[in-house]
């Protein structure tokens, strides 16, 4: 099996790293790898594991708990210490970080954008012949603030404290068949097992903002209304 990586080798820096340092790396990877500007199927989970490093890493108190215990699993850990890092993150939240999880993926926070489309008015000759035009949008992009995690800087999600960071909750109810055991996702953190204690103020926790952007496109020649 292979080595699990130090939470200090996920952020790129060195276990003597001032806090300081540690915010800068994290910064710099969260804008790399987020999801809403990396088109790399694994820029996602590579994003939730350089959030849940800084997020140990962060913390004081959970540092100082990581430098004690972090590669053996905790006191009487053993030689074994974690399977993978995954492990790390269970040790912290008790139940998975950023939607990995034990029992299946969960949703995340981070979604792709709607379409969008506007209505263009074109004269005769463009419609006819074609044109070029710029397009002013209005579009949600990644808050620069958060950084699409929608805590406030300084601050990271934490579990949801009442799911416990499952991400669901559980129903037994009778019926005439016997016991039913339900599930259905939390309402607190909308089934992401994570909630945003300290929202970030600019993105009110939504982890992105309106921006306009200017979208240049070739009107094609021969086109009709509602094309």
Do not use: W
């Not at 994003?47 to 962060?58: D, H, N, R, T």
């Not at 030689?79 to 949703?107: E, K, L, N, S, V």
């Not at 952007?213 to 509602?226: L, N, Q, R, S």
């Amino acid at each position: 099996m292979a080595p699990v990586r130090d939470l200090y080798e996920v952020l790129g820096v060195s276990r003597e790293a001032s806090d300081e340092e540690i915010k800068k790396a994290y910064r710099r990877l969260a804008r790399e790898h987020h999801p809403d500007v990396n088109g790399d199927p694994a820029a996602e989970e590579r994003f939730k594991e350089v959030a849940g490093a800084y997020e140990i890493l962060s913390d004081p108190e959970k540092r100082q708990r990581y430098d004690a215990f972090g590669q053996t699993g905790g006191p009487g850990g053993g030689p074994g210490g974690f399977a993978d890092i995954q492990d790390i993150f269970d040790m912290f939240f008790g139940g998975g970080f950023g939607g990995g999880g034990r029992r299946g993926r969960r949703p995340t926070r981070t979604r792709r954008g709607e379409d969008l489309s506007t209505l263009l008015t074109l004269s005769f000759t463009e419609a006819a012949f074609g044109v070029r035009q710029e397009l002013q949008l209005q579009r949600l992009v990644v808050c620069g603030t958060c950084l699409g995690n929608g805590a406030q800087p300084g601050t990271a999600p934490v579990a949801c404290r009442t799911c416990h960071g499952s991400g669901e909750l559980q129903q037994m109810r009778r019926s005439i068949f016997g016991t039913v055991m339900t599930a259905h996702p939390c309402g607190t953190c909308q089934g992401t097992g994570e909630e945003i204690v300290s929202p970030c103020e600019r993105c009110a926790g939504r982890g992105r903002v309106p921006a306009h952007t200017t979208v240049p496109i070739d009107v094609p020649a021969g086109v009709t209304d509602a094309m």
